[in-house]
């Protein structure tokens, strides 16, 4: 490597001056720069260590730089990286197999982020609609639910219900309705004949780990098969493990007639999603309709089928139940009037504050452990599911004197 291609080292404070001077300020993060991964551990520039209680949003559920996936990546792209879909490639294939074994759907199409796959999720219930039920061309509706997130395109925020998320973005797309989350009869008044679909969250993750009653899956997948709506689940932070399931739907017996999955698909290597529906659903749409350049690309197919892989073999999913169970057992223990409530499934943990949480997590981050408020009040817990149990309890010390002295 030449000299002027070396990345120079810069303390933590240049870095952070670098990017407020040459960046968008569209994020607020915690002031650490990190240089390296390994596990659940991260090290930052200035030599300190951190676990990892974000995953990136549960991107990294394998952990950071997992060494299956990264001899993965290093071997398929020393072969061939980048095709286009107008080639076929010898990756997708396999990639198509490992996600009909792990859904039980019969067809997936592979993009790059979560946000265009629920756009692709949208773009098929709205065809389907038409297509397939009967819907007026341009009368589809779907409706999603308040304090959904699933990204942050135009469409998609079209429907959010946070201010901070659409305010000065529009205009908006139509064929949107919102409707209050866990709540049947809301969603029951609002279908009509022009319903082609309900998008939602199992469990919505990003509101700050709102988990709904018993049984609403259940109702929600029967009120849609009674009126041929499509029943999808955007599984794009609460699948592959996250939840001690393999899907958050899984907790429920329910078949979802689309699965949107992104994040974790590719362990934090390379963005990789995709929408997995039967030839019902995916049946719609002919050549010259829908793609992505980079969508299946040869890499980010092989690396995503080592990260399924490497959940498989680990067993990480079952690990997420067992610890993450004992986990939450033992968070609910805490003891602070500041708690509102700990609430969680697998290892997805969120603690419900009655102060913003943002002080909580700077001061976890002073304890050597990296979470990221979510909706202000909650602190969200969500460390790769390769912890140990002797992490999780080292990090449990360090919430416990964080949140006891709030
Ligand atoms: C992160 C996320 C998305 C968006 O994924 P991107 O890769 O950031 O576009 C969509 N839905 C859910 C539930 C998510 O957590």
Redesign the pocket.
């Known amino acids: 490597m030449s000299a002027e291609h070396a990345t120079p080292h810069l303390s933590t404070r240049e870095y952070i001056e670098l990017e407020e001077r040459y960046g968008a300020h569209n994020y607020h993060p915690l002031d650490l720069v990190i240089e390296r991964g390994e596990g659940v551990w991260v090290h930052d520039v200035e030599g300190r260590k951190y676990m990892d209680c974000l995953s990136a ?1 549960s991107a990294v559920n394998q952990g950071h730089c997992h060494p299956r996936i990264l001899e993965t990546l290093r071997e398929q792209a020393a072969k061939v990286t980048l095709t286009s879909r107008a080639f076929r490639n010898d990756q997708l294939p396999h990639l198509y197999k490992a996600l009909r074994d792990i859904s039980g759907l019969s067809r997936a199409l592979p993009m790059n ?3 265009e796959a ?1 756009e692709t999720a949208i773009k098929l219930a709205r065809k389907w609609g038409h297509t397939v039920k009967g819907i007026p061309e341009d009368r589809a509706e779907v409706i999603v639910f308040e304090n959904n ?4 395109t135009i469409s998609l925020i079209s429907f959010s219900s946070e201010p901070r998320y659409r305010k000065g973005f529009g205009p908006f797309t139509p064929g949107f309705t919102v409707v209050p989350y866990d709540d049947v009869e809301a969603l029951r008044r609002a279908i009509t004949p022009n319903t082609c679909a309900v998008l939602m ?1 199992p469990i919505q ?2 509101a700050g780990v709102l988990i709904p009653k018993d049984g609403y899956l259940k109702q929600v997948a029967a009120l849609c098969r009674e009126n041929k709506v499509l029943f999808m689940v ?1 599984e ?2 609460t699948g592959l493990g996250r939840t001690g399931k393999m899907f958050a739907f899984q907790h429920e017996d329910v078949r979802p007639d689309a699965i949107v999955v ?2 974790a698909l590719s362990g934090g290597f390379y ?1 990789v ?1 995709a929408v997995m529906a039967d030839d019902e659903v995916m049946g719609v749409l002919q050549p010259g309709e829908h793609g992505s350049t980079y969508g299946g690309n040869p890499l980010g197919c092989a690396v995503a089928r080592t990260a399924l892989d490497v959940l498989r073999d680990e067993k990480l999913v079952e690990r997420s139940a067992t610890l993450g169970q004992a986990f939450l057992a033992r968070l609910k223990t805490l003891q602070s009037p500041h708690i509102v409530e700990v609430r969680g499934r697998g290892m997805m943990v969120g603690i419900e504050l009655d102060i913003p949480a943002r002080p909580a997590c700077e001061a976890l981050m002073a304890e050597g452990m990296l979470c990221k408020e979510t909706h202000d009040f909650v602190i969200r817990l969500t460390p790769p599911l390769v912890v140990t149990q002797e992490e999780l309890d080292w990090a449990f010390e360090r919430v416990k004197k964080v949140i006891e002295a709030l």
């Open positions: 949003y982020s979560g946000a629920c997130f699933h990204g942050r969250e993750a990003e955007d794009i932070q992104g994040k963005p999603s």
